[in-house]
């Protein structure tokens, strides 16, 4: 059974603990998303997360974990089944057990770059010496 206010008191508490001033237009959907890893991290280490309900609706009964993956501690964020589909998660996946979270490819690939282009600069100086 769906229960918003629950949802938004978890969510009010998180952002409090974090000096943040909570307000009902804090409360969207999606909210789980925006937090960054390190405040996933500072809750987990309160105490204050993760939920036993749906993050976003409050409904008991959830699908499994959609965490940031960016947190040291891989916070889990549980979402029902209905708010997982809003997401565009692969709902029927999930429950056959297909699904896999994919890793931060994004991260790697920024490395990546940025380690090319300090080989590339060390190059040209260590020409130029």
Known sequence: MKNIERAKEWQRKLYEASGREWTEKDFDEGWT?????????FW???GLA???FC???????????FGNRNSLHKVPIFLCEECARVKGYPVDDIKSGKYK????????GM?????T??????VFVFLLL
């Open 55 to 65: 993050a976003e609706c409050g409904e008991e009964k959830i699908l499994g974990d």
């Open 44 to 46: 987990y280490e309160q």
């Open 33 to 41: 998303r925006k937090p960054y890893g390190t405040d996933w991290d």
């Open 111 to 115: 490395l990546l770059i940025f380690l």
């Open 101 to 108: 979270p994919k890793g931060c490819f994004g991260c790697i």
């Open 117 to 122: 282009g300090f080989i590339i600069v060390g």
């Open 50 to 52: 993760p939920a036993n």
